[in-house]
T-cell receptor, first 118, second 107 residues
Framework: EVQLLQSGGGLVQSGGSLRLSCAAS????????MTWVRQAPGKGLEWVST????????YYADSGKGRFTISRDNSKNTLYLQMNSLTADDTAVYFC???????????WGQGTLITVSS | EIVLTQSPATLSLSPGERATLSCRAS??????LAWYQQKAGQVPRLLIS???NRATGIPGRFSGSGSGTDFTLTITSLEPEDFAVYYC?????????FGQGTKVEIK
């Protein structure tokens, strides 16, 4: 059974940093690209970042460029999102998601809430 | 950035009725478009990929159509569990983008 178990959320002050983790199981992690998507309270879905299966290529939304870093440790079957210089606009539930072979997000983590306080 | 505009924002229907949701792209995305369903308090679920392919386990009452800039998600006969928010998403260009969502609510 495919599972994506997220950790690392919580309350952080404006300007602070946080690292999210997404532990994968039930599939061969190093064969799949992965993505982070976020959802501000009461709002829609926003793509945040994507990393290829081998970790060689990464992509970012403008909102996180220069502040967020996506990475993966294929030996630990874990995806990460390092977030720096956080602002209130980053307050959201963050989801990790696995890409299917077509590039769509077929499995999602349970989501983790990040609250940035001023 | 490709902007996806979904309409209507809210669709009020009764169980058994047909739902037709629209997603319009600001430029062509070919068929690189997907639909996701999100129920309140739940994780999004992939419904349709590549504009018209139902994802694994998705019932036949869900269908997708379109190409280029105009796409439609149709639910032929609404079941109680179908009342949710639906998002379209493109993977034609970076950055990936989602529509703002259509809420299908019980009338």
């Amino acid at each position: 059974e495919v599972q994506l178990l997220q950790s690392g959320g919580g309350l952080v002050q404006s300007g602070g940093s946080l690292r999210l983790s997404c532990a994968a199981s039930g599939f061969t992690f190093d064969r799949y690209a992965m993505t982070w998507v976020r959802q501000a309270p009461g709002k829609g879905l926003e793509w945040v970042s994507t990393i290829t299966a081998d970790g060689d290529d990464t992509y970012y939304a403008d909102s996180g460029k220069g502040r967020f870093t996506i990475s993966r440790d294929n030996s630990k079957n874990t995806l990460y999102l390092q977030m720096n210089s956080l602002t209130a606009d980053d307050t959201a539930v963050y989801f990790c998601a696995r890409h299917d072979y077509g590039g769509w997000y077929d499995y999602w983590g349970q989501g983790t809430l990040i609250t940035v306080s001023s | 950035e490709i902007v996806l505009t979904q309409s209507p924002a809210t669709l009020s229907l009764s169980p058994g009725e047909r739902a037709t949701l629209s997603c319009r792209a600001s430029q062509s995305v070919s068929t690189y478009l997907a639909w996701y369903q999100q129920k309140a308090g739940q994780v999004p679920r992939l419904l349709i990929s590549d504009a018209s392919n139902r994802a694994t386990g998705i019932p036949g009452r869900f269908s997708g159509s379109g190409s280029g800039t105009d796409f439609t998600l149709t639910i032929t006969s609404l079941e109680p569990e179908d009342f949710a928010v639906y998002y379209c998403q493109q993977r034609s260009n970076w950055p990936r983008t989602f529509g703002q969502g259509t809420k299908v609510e019980i009338k």
